[in-house]
């Protein structure tokens, strides 16, 4: 088998002296869409800053593509960086430009290619995720789900190699999730890619993957493929994937006791 795109070995974090990663260890096969999942604050958009270069760990390393991330200097991280589309949360388009030029945006920024090319490229990028003539529209004039769609064109813009999505999904109506779903899906095996989508959306997400990472107070509690998952019977990833009020996880923040604090005595 292949070497992995990405290696995360036994990577702790801290900020300041508060830890949010206890020893992760992930791997990204090449070709694969992978889901980080966990509830808010467990440390994933974390995760991903240190595979984009952003933070370092406190201890162990990543690895792309055969290389030490924290172990890159100024010029081999921004190369690197060129080799990925990130895709963070709501993506915002520059309003103040079409559609086309801000799929072009990155091209004209990091490429000396002619004008020509890029409205080519711009065309195929948009054709890509079904917005091939909207290229004069402004991004006031789409709809939720429309611009996502234009937010990943520019994340493909430049045929990345990984793709990283910081909740994709956030903020969808439900078929405008299941078509940037599909189009996730679509994207990375037509662009031959690998793609790590940071989500809490399990339903959505479950349906595209091919392996998740389930993320808890900084560790990995869970890990397989989207059936593993489903059939899994740690009472954590039960009662996320289902939705349940009861479980490991508190309805009540850890307050004082509601009942003490009104007078009440059981
Ligand atoms: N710059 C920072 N300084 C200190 N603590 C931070 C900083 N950024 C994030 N944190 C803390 O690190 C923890 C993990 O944050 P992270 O953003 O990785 O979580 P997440 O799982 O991606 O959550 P969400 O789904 O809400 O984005 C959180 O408790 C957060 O408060």
Redesign the pocket.
């Given at each position: 088998m292949s070497a992995p795109l990405v290696e995360v070995r036994d990577v702790n974090f801290a900020?300041?002296s508060?830890p949010?990663l206890k020893g992760i260890n992930m791997s990204f096969p090449k070709g694969k869409l992978i889901a980080i999942m966990?509830?808010?604050?467990?440390?994933?958009?974390?995760?991903l800053r240190h595979i984009g270069g952003v933070l370092k760990p406190t201890q162990g390393y990543v690895k792309v593509d055969g290389q030490v991330i924290s172990e890159l200097d100024q010029q081999g991280l921004y190369a690197m960086r060129r080799k990925m589309g990130m895709l963070f949360?709501f993506g915002a388009l520059f309003t103040d430009m079409t559609v086309f030029d801000n799929v072009a945006f990155q091209m004209r920024e990091h490429t000396d290619l002619p004008e020509e090319i890029i409205r080519d490229l711009v065309m195929m990028k948009l054709h890509a995720v079904g917005l091939y003539g909207t290229q004069d529209l402004m991004p006031g004039e789409l709809s939720g789900g429309m611009a996502r769609r234009v937010a990943l064109a520019r994340t493909i813009a430049l045929d990345p190699m990984l793709i990283m999505y910081?909740?994709p999904f956030a903020g969808l109506d439900p078929i405008s999730l299941t078509v940037v779903g599909e189009l996730i899906r679509k994207l990375n095996e037509a662009l031959g890619a690998t793609s790590i989508i940071?989500t809490?959306d399990v339903q959505e997400s479950l349906k595209i993957v091919d392996y998740v990472y389930f993320?808890a107070d900084g560790a990995i509690i869970a890990e397989g493929s989207a059936d593993d998952i489903r059939a899994s019977g740690e009472a954590f990833v039960k009662q996320f994937v289902h939705g349940e009020m009861d479980g490991p996880l508190p309805f009540h923040y850890p307050g004082n006791d509601f009942n003490t604090d009104l007078g009440v005595h059981a």
């Open positions: 900020y300041d508060r949010i966990g509830l808010s604050g467990c440390g994933k958009t974390t995760i949360q910081d909740e940071v809490h993320v």
